[in-house]
Each structure stands twice: as structure tokens, then as C-alpha cells.
């Protein structure tokens, strides 16, 4: 059973920063893109970040291109997303999401159909 756990989310003032992490199991791990996608209050989800199976690619969204980066660690399979100099608009629901497809690495990243979606960690972003 594919299980994805994310945590690290919290209050956090303007110009703060917090690590995601979402931990995996229940599929091989290092042969998925991973995504992080989130949900404002009101708004439908919004893609935010990808990375290869490998680790070796990386996107963002323009809205977060420049503070945030994603990583993520074979051994522990674990992703991650460091966020940075953060904003009241990235107040949301995070969610890390599985690409469906192994071994493989798209750049319409704002098409992909997740097949597997964790439960969210909140962050919000006031002061």
C-alpha cells in the first residue's frame, strides 16, 4: 500500500522559513518524480515543485522559484522542501504527490494526473 506522510508544517512570521518532509513507502521510491502541490483557502491546487527519481532535475513554480528547493534522500526515502523568506500567500496545504509513471521525467508538470496524494501539512504565514 502506497503511503505518503508529510510533516513540518506550523506558524510561521513573514521571512520565516520551515522544512517539509514527506515520507514514502509501500512503492519503490527512488524510481518516481515526486511532486509538492498545495491548496490556499478557496483556491484549487496548485503545483509548486518536482524532482527527478534521481534528484538530478528540479522545477518550480515562479511564485516560489528562488526560495524554496526540494530535495529528497534515497535512504530514507523521504522528500523534502525547504521554504524560505516566506509570504502570506504561501499560506496553504501542502501536499507531496507521486508521478504515476516510473523512470520518467515530464515538463508539462502542470498536466500530470497524481496517482497517490499524502494527507497535508498546514502552513501559514503570519505575523
Known amino acids: 500500500e502506497v503511503q505518503l506522510v508529510e510533516s513540518g508544517g506550523g506558524l510561521v512570521q513573514p521571512g520565516g522559513s520551515l522544512r517539509l518532509s514527506c515520507t514514502a513507502s509501500?512503492?519503490?521510491?527512488?524510481?518516481?518524480?515526486m511532486s509538492w502541490v498545495r491548496q490556499a483557502p478557496g483556491k484549487g491546487l496548485e503545483w509548486v515543485s518536482a524532482?527527478?527519481?534521481?534528484?538530478?532535475?528540479?522545477r518550480y513554480a515562479d511564485s516560489v522559484k528562488g526560495r524554496f528547493t526540494v530535495s529528497r534522500d534515497r535512504a530514507k526515502t523521504t522528500l523534502y522542501l525547504q521554504m524560505n523568506s516566506l509570504k502570506p500567500e504561501d499560506t496553504a496545504v501542502y501536499y507531496c504527490a507521486k508521478w504515476p509513471q516510473p523512470l520518467v521525467w515530464r515538463h508539462d508538470i502542470e498536466s500530470i494526473s497524481y496517482d497517490y496524494r499524502g494527507q497535508g501539512t498546514q502552513v501559514t504565514v503570519s505575523s
Open positions: 524532482i527527478s527519481s534521481g534528484g538530478a532535475s528540479s
Open positions: 509501500g512503492f519503490f521510491f527512488s524510481n518516481y518524480a
